[in-house]
T-cell receptor
Framework: GDSVTQMEGPVTLSEEAFLTINCTYTATGYPSLFWYVQYPGEGLQLLLKATKADDKGSNKGFEATYRKETTSFHLEKGSVQVSDSAVYFCALSDRGGGSQGNLIFGKGTKLSVKP | DTAVSQTPKYLVTQMGNDKSIKCEQNLGHDTMYWYKQDSKKFLKIMFSYNNKELIINETVPNRFSPKSPDKAHLNLHINSLELGDSAVYFC?????????????FGDGTRLSIL
């Protein structure tokens, strides 16, 4: 079945460091890919998405490119801030597969940014 | 105004009890969901409802029953609570998941079983 694998955390960085969180997926259909962020004590919020191969999603300085050849959707940010400390979830929605448009999440990666 | 609101935020109860968690969305969305997040932050979908019709029910014990009195509400009722039910439960909604509309999440209900 469909699945999402993302790098395990926690990831600890200093402010202004470069961030990469790896995400790869397995899907039987034509997935759309998402990154969600969960700040402490809150629900998940959509950070960015890409719906087809080679699309780049971006928001708040974060970017991720849909790479079909490597089945990846890595999250990057050039200069992280303390306020970026959160748990980041990679997810897919496979309209052509068995998930019927529902989201399948990776296990989450906790990011801590130190001043 | 909160888009997806769920109550209570915290729920502490004993094994064997029956409890409900309420969820309301004011976004006019057609689809609502319940997720369970375990202590390791792993999120798994439990149910989704589209126009009051259950469209997915993953391998969830039948002690869990979603109830949707109308399109804006999807409540979660749990019978005979067990220790393993301790988790954070999230409600979410979306307009059209098959068109990749984003899901909007509530802030979660932390359920602790004593």
């Amino acid at each position: 079945g469909d699945s999402v694998t993302q790098m395990e955390g926690p990831v600890t960085l200093s402010e202004e460091a470069f961030l990469t969180i790896n995400c790869t997926y397995t899907a039987t259909g034509y997935p759309s890919l998402f990154w969600y962020v969960q700040y402490p004590g809150e629900g998940l919020q959509l950070l960015l998405k890409a719906t087809k191969a080679d699309d780049k999603g971006s928001n708040k300085g974060f970017e991720a490119t849909y790479r079909k050849e490597t089945t990846s959707f890595h999250l990057e940010k050039g200069s992280v801030q303390v306020s970026d400390s959160a748990v980041y979830f990679c997810a897919l929605s496979d309209r052509g597969g068995g998930s019927q448009g529902n989201l399948i999440f990776g296990k989450g990666t906790k990011l801590s940014v130190k001043p | 105004d909160t888009a997806v609101s769920q109550t209570p935020k915290y729920l502490v109860t004993q094994m064997g009890n029956d409890k409900s968690i309420k969820c309301e969305q004011n976004l006019g969305h057609d689809t609502m969901y319940w997720y369970k997040q375990d202590s390791k932050k792993f999120l798994k979908i439990m149910f989704s409802y589209n126009n009051k019709e259950l469209i997915i029910n993953e391998t969830v014990p039948n002690r869990f029953s979603p109830k949707s009195p109308d399109k804006a509400h999807l409540n979660l009722h749990i019978n005979s609570l067990e220790l393993g039910d301790s988790a954070v439960y999230f409600c979410a909604s979306s307009q059209d998941p098959l068109r990749d509309q984003p899901q909007h999440f509530g802030d979660g209900t932390r359920l602790s079983i004593l």
